[in-house]
């Protein structure tokens, strides 16, 4: 029944781990979901209130433009420049998205061609190897890991893999590592895309879910990003809007249209009125973002705090709403909390090979609920 492709596409992740959690909640198990990166903070209420103002007018219940509003490119134009001090043209250099994913697993059919190579850190977000998948293209693994502070070291890629590389996908704030780069390392992605003629997509999700006063930079910001390469951006973990299914895609306009090009084709785009709600969160006032963060890093310190307690070896991180704890047999350990403690935890591998050794916790419940699975994996003896 189905195509070849399928053969090689795996289950995807927080598909499955869904499927676990509510096995146990059917077995009456009070499952504390330190799971999949969905926050459970509400989206701000000037956002809502924008998009039920906009769904109200009928001038937004028709086909929406392909490439988003223009409105909408513009607001985020300004605000690439405001907080990024990044210029681009709102027409040629901006495209909306319907959420960051969807640009993600469109992207390397606009430039992959059958049996080319594509270049993905592992551990790293799955639906950059099935992007790849789609365009019949390869996926060449970067392994990133502690001892080069979860940065791929670009000169130990294979100068053959090099030759075949047609694209390169790189996200800091990481997800699932947690883990930053600084803008000297996007200087030297710059460097190599220009070498070889790749094209870099930088995943930048999570940018504004930072701590301790660190402000995670754009790769947009190094000099020559915009020959080389976009940015994925989304307002899902900005403003609490994961459901809602808005991002955008910035950068060189070349890349912008091959990217527009496949969406064309494939999608109708983002709903106006939806549209309008992301030009409030870009455009209106930001403090909610730094109440989001203070939440977060309560949060992050009671579960950093917690689990070293027990026995794991953590570091609390600068940015992104995970923690990427260290231990002997990730599956196992993750099996061993739900079963046992009726906590979900996401085991490394399901990130990649290289993720083997850790689980990624998302603090993305209350300080109560991080205080009691804590007090559980202690009556584990973990």
Not at 149 to 167: R, S
Not at 196 to 218: K, L, M, W
Not at 326 to 349: H, K, Q
């Amino acid at each position: 029944m189905y195509s070849r492709r399928m053969d090689h596409l795996p289950p995807y992740l927080f598909a499955r781990i869904d499927e676990m959690k509510e096995e146990k909640r059917r077995q009456g198990v009070d499952v504390i979901d330190l799971g999949v990166g969905d926050p459970d903070l509400p989206t701000p209420p000037h956002i809502v209130e924008a998009l039920c103002t906009a769904a109200r007018d009928e001038k937004n219940h028709h086909y929406p433009s392909y490439t988003g509003m223009l409105a909408y490119r513009e607001a985020v134009a300004h605000w690439y420049r405001g907080r990024f001090g990044v210029d681009l043209d709102p027409k040629k250099e901006t495209l909306a998205l319907i959420g960051s994913k969807e640009g993600i697993a469109h992207i390397a059919e606009a430039f992959v061609n059958p049996g080319e190579v594509v270049l993905a850190a592992d551990p790293g977000y799955p639906v950059y190897k099935t992007s790849t998948l789609f365009a019949e293209g390869k996926v060449h693994e970067l392994p990133i890991r502690a001892e080069n502070d979860f940065l791929p070291v670009l000169e130990d890629i294979p100068a053959d893999v090099v030759k075949q590389a047609k694209l390169i996908f790189i996200n800091y704030p990481n997800n699932p590592t947690a883990a930053t780069a600084p803008l000297s390392f996007f200087e030297e992605v710059v460097e190599f895309a220009r070498e070889h003629n790749i094209v870099v997509v930088h995943d930048n999700a999570y940018s504004e879910i930072t701590f301790d006063g660190y402000r995670a930079p754009s790769f947009l910001e190094a000099d020559g990003a915009m020959e080389v390469g976009i940015e994925m951006h989304s307002l899902s973990k900005t403003y609490n809007m994961t459901g809602w299914r808005i991002g955008m895609a910035c950068g060189n306009p070349g890349i912008i249209a091959g990217l527009g090009r496949v969406k064309t084709n494939v999608d109708s785009g983002a709903f106006d009125a939806i549209q309008h709600a992301a030009i409030a969160a870009l455009t209106g006032p930001q403090d909610c973002v730094q109440q989001a963060c203070s939440i977060y890093q309560e949060r992050r310190d009671v579960l950093v705090r917690g689990l070293s307690e027990i026995g794991l070896d953590v570091t609390a991180p600068k940015a992104t709403f995970y923690v990427w704890a260290p231990v002997d047999d990730c599956m196992a350990f993750a099996a061993r909390l739900l079963d046992s403690a009726g906590i979900v935890a996401t085991p490394g591998v399901g990130f990649g090979r290289n993720g083997e050794g850790f689980v990624r916790f998302a603090i993305t419940r209350s300080v109560e609920r991080i205080n009691e699975a804590v007090d559980r994996m202690r009556g584990l003896g973990l």
